[in-house]
């Protein structure tokens, strides 16, 4: 039946081509209207169901609070041009509103000089009472209260660095107290100092957002669009860029990129549409090389080009008619069906000149071609497709969308291929036919590279099935020992383009800050819920830093406990003594003062060492050098020996700072003292803007994790925690987590079915079951070559390339298809014969899906280049495996000829 109608269309491709190529133009103008509307989404949680909770929360959080996405400007250099950069740059980027909603630098000075110390925790503000921090605002005794503080807070507190955040108070503590003794010494050293800022970095810190070395500082840049918006992010990204190397044009001494999650899609986006078209011209001339050079003619390979673009756009329009879009593993299917789709094209040229060679006419070589290679073809691609088609099955909608582009791109470019490649070639024939009788020169047939191993190793199968057979499950074996060692790399940023700065930035970022810039993200309903999830998170050693609006919006109990004790220090402030000067005789206990500061920094910085608070540790021993190593002189002993060598002179610069800072930080320390109570609906708009929906009743938490979440045991312990904390968590990481459970389950799934599918489908074709499993063997055992060889080349198995586990069920399986199909009409003691003709034609195809899959090698996305790397081994190893294993199973199980063996 098929055979008659693989015929009957031969006849009618040779009586009329025109008609058939005019049919085809048509179909293609409509499939290039359909294909426009395709779009590019490259965002990682598009791969994942839509139905999933975690999904639908992060889709909610992306739509209602703008500030879930962001642009960073990194800055990296010596302090204080960074931040003469951050103050030159911020201005210029503020006005452009089409893009901007925002632009942070530092932290919210307004609103900590007005409720700072509101913000304090009350056993803190407990503390500085008792000590009487503000009492005395003169050198000597603000030193001295402030070391009796230091001691209370951290040298008598066994929990003072037992999470992040109070590790980031004593580092801001600890920038206060440096700047201070930097500034007595430049003072006395008459060296130009920024004095007036004494007071503002003793109570707030340094407001910049800098990293604890002062080498690395950010610039938060928050959009006024979706992050979906491709356009506006790839716009924005590029207008920021400008803006930066402008800027950056009058400092030398420092650098400057973006990163986030703004820069990422644009990076994403323009190397994948960049990667698309690289890789595709570069698939398809590989390809055609090829062809050309085994087929020895140049004509009827373009003809086969030409056919496998038509069936490329074809097959777009009619994705387009299912899908709106492409997202990131469904980017890449020109370049899959390049590869796979040429086969078709192979099998029928490779044929057809066969039947010229040995004289049939055009007509006689197209009907003798489909009826012998066309039923091969509707199989492999039949078996393909559904192959593909079953991932649909999947949850993850990125392989259910892969499978559907897929299979859908299979079926279309084979039927185009049935279709249209005969009339091309019949075509082909009239216009050679009409040049030869104009020059009366007949028309000479090409002879196609024989590839005469084939048939040789097809007559030494033959004569030793049983050692051939031997053979490939040794080497089988050997291939599954290596697959089993298969190492699985879970970082994505592994998968970005390679050395782009948004990805690069990122890792020094995580090693700046001690904070990975892939956060997660819930909602609550109230504050009160928000402040509770803040606190659980803070407490974790896996949390390097959370955002909520309760760390602005004390609970009004706390409110109530901190209020006397801020009029305590108000009192304290407002009667502090009086003004005493130091001179040569009494600057003695000032001197004693430094040492016992000197000592407290060196013991705080002892805990920070044994705790493992790196970071602490380091900053002390900046201030009073490292007692390991010897290195720099401590700033306070350095300020002491400067004091001791010149005790009038320092007592004078002394006393004139003083006289500057006390009235300073009297009105600063007062104005932080202020003792309203605060709601939400009295905190500034831009912080409520922040952690606030537009309906204003939902509150946003966003939990930063302190290491690299693509570590996949943290990630496996931080989800953990987070999903303790609550079941409503979404953000990157645990999306990512969830996809790739999800990937693994859904591969295991569509696999299993695939199999099942393709072997019912075989034996539906075959109509015995021995021969449907025979088919399969290559599959089976390429499989396995598959994931050895690439553990024997060191290679992991990836987010992306692990796509071509089920992939290669439906690429896989042609090989084995084609050869039960021609052993059937040849004999099955036709071994030198079907290995010496579609043998070869199988090798072209294995060449050319090679050379169309190899062409990802060149993707700057690397996980385009995973994914080629995988599947060409994946091709490779099914060639191998089906001339070793199916001739040689063929040959132990069919002793006898042709008919008997049927």
Known sequence: MRERMLTSWGRFSAEHPGLIIIGIIILMAAAMFSASRLEMKMRWSDLLPLEDPMVQEFDKIQKDYIGTSNSIIVV??????????????????????????????????????????????????????????????????????????????????????????????????????????????????????????????????????????????????????????????????????????????????????????????????????????????????????????????????????????????????????????????????????????????????????????????????????????????????????????????????????????????????????????????????RIIDWRARRSAKPAKMPRPVEFAFLGKSGTIIKNKPKTTLGLAILMSIVMLLFALNAEFDYNYLNMEPEGIPSVALQDSMLVAFDMSPDFVMVTTSTVEEARRISRKAKKLQSVSMVESISNYLPSQAEQAERLPLIKQLRNQLINESAEEYLDAANITEFIKQLERLDMNIYELGQMAFIGGQDKVDSKCNRMIGDPETGGEESKIIKLIDLINAKPRLAASALNNFQKDFRPKFQKMALGMADTSILTVDNLPADIKDRYLNNAEDKFLVTIFPKEQVWDYEFLGRFNEQMQRISEKITGTPPLMLRLVELIGQDGKTASLLAIVVVLLLLWLDFRKLRLAFIAMMPLVFGAIWMIGLLTILGLPLTIVNVMALPMIIGIGIDDGVHLVHRYRVEGWDKTRTVLGSTGRAILLTSLTTMAGFGSLLLAKYRGFGSLGSLLVLGVAACFITSILFLPSLINLLFKKNGAAAE
């Not at 807070?153 to 992040?164: A, F, H, R, T």
């Not at 992010?233 to 800027?247: H, L, M, R």
Request: charged share 20%; glycine share 6%.
């Open 76 to 429: 990296i250099g010596p302090q204080q041009q960074m931040k003469d950069f951050a103050d030159e740059i911020v201005p210029k980027i503020e006005p452009l509103k089409e893009y901007v909603e925002r632009v942070d630098h530092k932290i919210e000075e307004d609103f900590i000089e007005s409720h700072g110390l509101m913000l304090s925790k009350t056993k803190d503000l407990g503390k500085m009472v008792d000590n009487r921090l503000f009492s005395d605002l003169n050198l000597a005794g603000f030193l001295t209260h402030t070391n009796d503080n230091f001691e209370d807070i951290y040298i008598g507190d066994d929990e003072s660095l037992s999470d992040k955040e109070k590790e980031d108070n004593a580092i801001r503590s600890l920038d206060g107290i440096e700047f201070w003794i930097e500034t007595m010494t430049k003072l006395i050293d008459d060296e130009k100092t920024e004095d007036s800022l004494v007071a503002e970095m003793l109570l707030v810190g340094d407001p910049y957002f800098i990293s604890p070395d002062k080498r690395m500082l950010m610039i938060m840049i928050e959009p006024n669009f979706d992050i979906t918006d491709i356009e506006a992010a790839v716009a924005s990204t590029d207008t920021i860029q400008s803006i930066i190397d402008n800027t950056l044009a009058k400092y030398q001494s420092i650098t400057a990129g973006l990163t986030g999650t703004i820069p990422l899609a644009r990076d994403e986006m323009v190397y994948a549409e960049k990667d698309m078209g690289i890789t595709s011209i570069v698939a398809f001339a590989l390809v055609m090389l090829l062809f050309i050079f085994s087929f020895r003619m140049v004509t009827a390979p373009i003809l086969a080009g030409l056919t496998l673009i038509i069936s490329i756009l074809l097959a777009s329009g009619t994705i387009a008619l299912f899908i709106g879009s492409l997202n990131i593993m469904t980017s890449m299917f020109a370049v899959i069906l390049i590869g796979l789709g040429i086969d078709f094209s192979i099998h029928i040229i490779s044929l057809y000149f066969e039947r010229r060679a040995i004289g049939d006419n055009v007509s006689r070589a197209i009907e003798h071609t489909l009826s012998r290679s066309g039923s091969g073809i509707i199989t492999g691609g039949l078996t393909t497709a559904i192959a593909f088609l079953t991932l649909m099955i999947s949850q993850t909608r990125g392989i259910k969308e892969m499978g559907l582009v897929l299979g859908v791109g299979i079926l279309s470019v084979m039927i185009t291929t049935l279709l249209l490649l005969p009339a091309l070639l019949v075509t082909r024939e």
